[in-house]
């Protein structure tokens, strides 16, 4: 053999080598996270740390049901996380801060409590968008400026006698001296609303009309859409597909009673909750946007309900509140 | 009358009950709908029965976590979350019996996890029940024949 031939081949098998070794040797050198039900144990582990601009790669399997992985308030397609599976993630965080992590499938009744946090460091990548070391501070909520005690009963003294009709209310509501800022409709309730048109001459039902005009002046198709696909998502399985609290885990929670909920200071004072009902009207159509935003932010405080203020970004939520008013105003005909 | 004769009888009894044609009886094909509950690790209900050529939707519930089902022979599936209604429809037009399971990973016991569709009335059960009674019925008359080996004293 030849000196050359011998260099030629000693350099080849050193690139083939190296070509598909590096990325076999990173691979293998990133941590797997398993993921189990809540029931035993969830995520683990449940607290990444990452750096601002440095791709963050992670790798997840399950080990028992289908999961799924994804970001709150971030643009990004969850990842099925599937049993006897590795799904590979990457992840760019551009500002640090805690971000948090939480199951995407619905994996049993305690489902919502997966979660896990990324607590991510470093400064952010232009200096001029952003004050420094410290994550931008989260916006404070409208149920908090408005000063509403979003655990107070809020039901509506009267409820129409059948669905109200956006499209009848529409030519009414056309010459009404009525506040049309988006202000307005997110601080009131549809009774709030209601009373205050009993200064006009029409009748109960008409009033009624105008004010699902109202509220569906204040949306777009493409909010109802998109606030139908987050309720099917994330909250059909306790609340029911129809919105009606009857979803599939509605008679799980009642049967796992003190078990189902958590509190810090024990469960003595506390009294079990079941889904609301969204096509009750006693209870709609006492609620503000600005109430119910509380609500889906804070979550139940010890019920069922969990609390997505870090899953969701203000536009979902705003979508998802469209949505569930749609129970109870007719916008179609 | 000798044994070959009884015995070509009973083949070409034998031949008419495997594969002579039934009398069909024309049904009208219709559209049903079934709802089926999943839970680990069982279907419910877990058998349904339809008709050939009838327009089947079978809306899958799942109540705990997520479930699949797919069709073997139809070679169709689906998934559904709980809270996610899902709907599967197709024609039936393959018949005969069909095991459907759960395409899902759902838990240790998730391979357990099936179920039967039945397309049609299930004729090759009935001609086998009878190619036994009538191969038990043919044993009795042809066994006089069989030639009885002599006790070599």
Known sequence: MK??????????TVAIVSVVGAPLYFWSHTPLIHVHIAEDGGWSPDVIKANVNEPLNL?????????????????????????GKVA????????????????TRWCGINHWRMRGTIEVSGSPADPSTSSGQRPEPASVPMYVTLGLDIDAP???????????????????AVNLPIDRSTEYYLGNSPYQVFDELGSTSLTEIQRWNVVASIWQSNTTPESLANGQHLFAQNCAACHGENGAGNGVF???????????????????????????????????LGASPALLQGKILRGGMGTGMPMWGSIFTEEQIWDLIAYLYSFQFDYHN | MNSRFILLLFVMAGLVVAFAPLPVQPITPQERTFRIDAR?????????????????????VSTDVVHGLYVDGYDISIEADPGQTKTLSFVADKPGSFRFRCNVTCGAMHPFMIGKLTVGTNNWLYRSIGLAVLAVIGFLPLSSFIPQTKNMD
């Open chain 1, 88 to 103: 590979d993630v990457t992840l760019n965080f551009d500002k640090p801060g805690i971000y948090t992590f939480f199951c």
């Open chain 2, 40 to 60: 680990q690790y069982a279907y419910s209900p877990s058998e349904f029965k339809v008709n050939p050529g009838d327009k089947v939707n079978i809306q899958l």
């Open chain 1, 154 to 172: 809020h039901d509506s003294p009267s409820i129409p006698f059948s669905q109200p009709s956006a499209i009848n209310g529409q030519q009414l």
């Open chain 1, 59 to 83: 790798k997840l399997t399950s080990d028992d049901v289908v999961h799924g992985f994804a970001v709150g308030q971030m643009d990004m397609q969850s990842v099925d996380v599937l049993p």
């Open chain 1, 3 to 12: 000196r050359s031939e011998l260099i030629s081949r000693i350099l080849i």
């Open chain 1, 250 to 284: 509605a008679d799980d929670l009642a049967a796992a009673d003190e078990s189902s909920m958590q509190t810090m200071a024990g469960s003595d004072n506390m009294t079990m909750q079941s889904p609301v009902d969204f096509t009750n009207p006693t209870r709609m």
